[in-house]
């Protein structure tokens, strides 16, 4: 699965943003899609994510302000961010998972989100 993110940019404290992540393939049977950030100086984070039967899970920074979902059709992953704060700062990147006997993951190349105060 090749994926490829986009919709980075730079916004002001409390603005919103969408991320997309276009796959190479349909995304609607893959064991699980999500959108992971990293900030300077940190580990990378699951921050969503949804799997094939479209149940989301939200890391708790991020709980009512980002929204995942996919466009079947388009074999789009979408990430809504509202509400962005400074610590939102990061590169976020798309991952698709699938897990056949073993796990593999996939990874897009990165979008930088930076959040202004």
């Known amino acids: 699965v090749q994926l490829q993110a986009s919709g980075g940019g730079v916004v002001q404290s409390g603005e919103s943003l969408t991320l997309s992540c276009a796959a190479s393939?349909?995304?609607?049977?893959?064991?699980?899609m999500g959108w992971y950030r990293q900030a300077r100086g940190k580990e990378r984070e699951l921050v969503a994510s949804?799997?094939?039967?479209?149940?989301?899970t939200y890391s708790d920074s991020v709980k009512e302000r980002f929204t995942i979902s996919r466009d079947n059709a388009k074999n789009t992953l979408l990430l809504q961010m509202n509400s962005l704060k400074p610590e939102d700062t990061a590169v976020y990147y798309c991952?698709?998972?699938?897990?056949?006997?073993?796990?593999?993951?996939?990874w897009g190349q990165g979008t930088l989100v930076t959040v202004s105060s």
């Open positions: 991952n698709a998972r699938v897990v056949l006997g073993f796990i593999r993951d996939y």
């Open positions: 393939r349909s995304i609607s049977s893959i064991n699980r």
């Open positions: 949804m799997v094939s039967s479209g149940s989301t």
